[in-house]
């Protein structure tokens, strides 16, 4: 161990006391934002590269999947319905499986592992021993998971409608994406998707910081946004896919039981969703602050 | 270096109350030093629910090398949590330096902690590992790589660097959590026992970094439950016991009391008979009895660091595959029960 000793009381005695002098310059902003960077670029890796990652991979394809097998193996004069009735039939894809189920779990295995994740592994110590605010990392690792899962479902929604109008009809689909509205319903379905992401990761984050086993209050959240369709008009506010639905182009059907009411217009769908985010991150922000770090038990 | 530490509990349960060392009569008083150069623990108490972690810790803190010494479940490991912000105290104070541990953006430009988490980022290299947390911190990419450099030389890691982590050794690794803990210059570092699992060489190599880095006016805190390695190192000792400070004081006392009470060792090796011949053939050796697997040996000495010395060489000679030398708790127990109840309490 040569170099041990080559350390001279002179260099150690300069160490002490002095804060690094580039850090020390940067400005609060431009330091927070060089933080996240660094948080992001790890972070994406272990949402995109972990073996945690395979699921979500199995999420975000199982539609395209389906999607692809029923192309294969549709049966002759299986489309006997009409095209124009080909944006209920994706609306009920959209709404019953990808936006309700694929993206609902799928932010909730990212968003959740995001904080959960680390005390499982036992490495959420490293971060709270760097000189970072806990709010610059829960926005760094938000961002992360908003990355991923974007990215992916974004993948998603727009292959699936494609597969789906493609594989049946492609002469008057390729009409209808490029003369008609088919381009911007699909820009519909993938905004949508993204205020998705962004508004059940935030849930889902927060769902990480407070539950040791974070399974089943997602159930529970699962369970609320399925029977939205049910609820009366006030309680069905208090819920994200909600708002949601009132975006999407083309509403899902819900059924002979379901308590009908005007969707809310996207100036307040959208604004409210980001608002929901914003205190929600707020919330965790504030909760992360006064976490400790124990991980006995886990 | 002025290394004062001073201690004041009441704690009930052990009937004991220790004042300031000595010692620091010919030194800067810690309680004459501005509180914005010592670690201060005013008042700390940790309860986790029902269980007590520590009660009532007053500590001042001055640079050098301090160790908190105590068996499993004394709190050292809370008081070190306590300190660094991991842990927030159900009752009391926590100066580093000024800064609270609230404020980590503040505190850990000057602290590095080194824990005994034994975890990494799946996939890191140990080089990967440190320049990722350094880029945490906000430092540009040249200054991390340079950083980085800087502390694998520091704990002979370079030609290990670009390895993956996990391939590691328990010694390596804790030579990576070092490394990683110094790598930003702190002005105080925290060791939650940081010789583990390293072999007698890199443990004395170890302990000569961290005596140099406290003469260079550093503040380190270590927690040991190895008392010649504390004897070895320290500038000033706490002793925990159930959660209290039971008394604290200079070093030299301790090693006194190691003296008087042999501590037993065990080293697992592939032959453990040709080691027993070989080591009571010397006078450090007072009881060698090999284990029941026949794969290890209990040694029981007076003088460890002798020991030691003389482990390494008996080793080289006979060639033998070491697979960790470690002491023995039971023992160290005993010795901890010694000090605790002598005196009154006091070292």
Known sequence: ???????????????????????????????????????????????????????????????????????????????????????????AIYGGLILRTLVFFGCAWVFMNLFRGEVVDRSLHYYFLAPVRREVLVVGKYLSGLIATVTLFSITTVGSMLMLYFSLYPAESARFFFEGAGAAHLLAYLGVTILACIGY?????????????????????????????????????????????????????????????????????????????????FLASRHIRRMEISYAGE | ??????????????????????????????????????????????????????????????????????????????LMNLMTGLLKPTRGNIKVLGTSPDDPEAMFQKLGYCSQFDSFPRGATAREFIEFYLRVHGFAKQETREMTQAALERVSLTEAADRKVSAFSKGMRQRVRLAQSIAH??????????????????????????????????????????????????????????????????VHGVRDEIEEHPIQILIRCDRPQILAARLFEHEQTVEARIHNDRQGLFVKTR?????????????????????????????????????????????
């Open chain 2, 303 to 347: 003088r460890p660091d002798d020991f030691y010395l003389l482990l390494n060489k008996v080793i080289t000679e006979q060639n033998l595959q070491i697979e960790s030398v470690a002491p023995v708790d039971d023992d160290l127990s005993a010795v901890y029960q010694y000090l605790i109840t002598a005196d009154g309490g006091q070292i």
């Open chain 1, 1 to 91: 161990m040569s170099s041990t000793s080559e350390i001279s009381e002179q260099t150690a005695a300069a160490n002490v006391n002095q804060p690094n002098v580039s850090r020390e310059r940067a400005s609060s902003w431009s330091l927070w934002t060089r933080q996240t960077l660094a948080i992001l670029s790890l972070e994406i890796r272990k949402n995109f590269l972990s073996r945690r990652a395979l699921l979500l991979y199995l999420i975000a394809a199982a539609p395209l999947g389906l999607l692809t097998l029923f192309a294969l193996f549709r049966m002759p004069g299986d489309n006997a319905g009409s095209f124009s009735g080909m944006g209920v039939e994706f609306a």
């Open chain 2, 1 to 78: 270096m002025t290394p004062t530490t001073t201690a004041t509990t009441t704690a009930s349960s052990t009937q004991t109350v220790s004042s300031p060392t000595a010692s620091a009569a010919n030194l800067p008083a810690a309680s004459a030093v501005s509180s914005d150069r010592l670690i201060v623990f005013e008042g700390v108490s940790k309860f986790y629910g029902e269980i007590l972690g520590v009660n009532r810790v007053n500590l001042q803190i001055a640079p050098g090398i301090t160790s908190l010494v105590g068996p499993n479940g004394s709190g050292k490991t809370t």
């Open chain 1, 201 to 281: 990761g935030a849930v889902f984050l927060l769902v990480g910081l407070f539950f040791r086993n974070p399974i089943i209050p997602a159930l529970l959240l699962y369970g609320w946004e399925w029977i939205n369709f049910l609820l009366p008009p006030l309680l069905k506010k208090i819920s994200v896919i909600h708002y949601l639905q009132s975006l999407v182009p083309v509403p899902m059907s819900e059924g002979p039981f379901a308590v009908l009411v005007e969707p809310t217009p996207a100036w307040i769908s959208v604004p409210s969703l980001l608002l929901f985010t914003g205190v929600v991150l």
């Open chain 2, 185 to 250: 210059n702190p002005s105080v570092l925290v060791l939650d026992e940081p010789l583990n699992g390293l072999d007698p060489m890199a443990r004395a190599e170890i302990i000569r970094l961290f005596r140099q880095l406290a003469d260079a006016g550093m503040y380190l805190i270590i927690s040991s439950h190895i008392l010649h390695e504390v004897d070895m190192m320290s500038d000033s000792v706490v002793l925990l016991h159930n959660g209290y400070v039971v008394a604290e004081g200079e």
